[in-house]
């Protein structure tokens, strides 16, 4: 079952954001009610998107697929936390499904056949003292994993831009969007443009 947890956020992110903001232009006498939200408009508005890398927050995704972390991972400005195959005995795992290999009954037997095949080959190998680091290798990618991202401001948008065009993978779609919706309640204006 997909989870994603936030685990952490700067406090007062747009706060601070602000107040890191102002130090560029020396503008602190504009502070006050509501300021940040102008500021933070403005700064987004002209690019000035290093701003945003003072406030960050951290996720757990809980039930994404191997397929899911491989894309994730990619995007180098973060901080990544993985289940590890290598040390977690996998003889147990559990698959993410693609709704159009659900939607088929033909090829969810297929699919079923091969991740059964691959669970039994992981646990034989297991019952001949072979390490998990080297029974992984029959594992698929659809096996589910558990993963910690944390980024800061400016890398979730362009994570969760990049991530949730139509083009994009529809699992990576569908995390994404799950994590901008719970940013979007944190730190809402640095994220208002992205709905």
């Known amino acids: 079952m997909l989870k994603v947890e936030l685990l952490a956020i700067t406090p007062s992110a747009e706060r601070l954001i602000e107040e890191a903001g102002r130090t560029c232009y020396l503008s602190f006498d504009k502070t006050g009610e509501d300021s940040d939200?102008?500021?933070?408009?403005?700064?987004?508005?002209?690019?000035?998107?290093?701003?945003?890398?003072?406030?960050?927050?951290?996720f757990r995704i809980i039930g994404g697929s191997r397929s899911f972390t491989h894309q994730i991972v990619r995007?180098?400005?973060?901080?990544?936390?993985?289940?590890?195959?290598?040390?977690?005995?996998?003889?147990d795992f559990s698959v993410v499904t693609p709704d159009s290999i659900s939607a088929n009954p033909a090829a969810l037997e297929i699919f079923n056949g091969v991740m059964e095949r691959c669970r039994e080959a992981?646990?034989?190998?297991?019952?001949?003292?072979?390490?998990?680091?080297?029974?992984?290798?029959?594992?698929p990618n659809a096996v589910t994993s558990e993963i910690v991202v944390t980024a800061n401001f400016r890398e979730w948008r362009l994570i969760i831009g990049t991530r949730t065009e139509k083009n994009a993978q529809w699992?990576?779609?569908?995390?994404?969007?799950?994590?901008?919706?719970?940013l979007a309640k944190r730190a809402p204006t640095v994220f208002e443009d992205m709905k």
């Open 122 to 139: 992981y646990k034989k190998l297991k019952e001949m003292d072979v390490r998990k680091e080297d029974a992984r290798f029959v594992l």
């Open 37 to 58: 939200k102008r500021f933070i408009r403005m700064i987004i508005k002209n690019g000035h998107h290093s701003v945003l890398e003072h406030a960050s927050a951290t």
């Open 171 to 182: 699992e990576i779609r569908k995390i994404c969007g799950l994590i901008l919706a719970e």
């Open 75 to 91: 995007h180098r400005m973060a901080s990544f936390s993985q289940q590890s195959q290598r040390y977690v005995d996998e003889r």
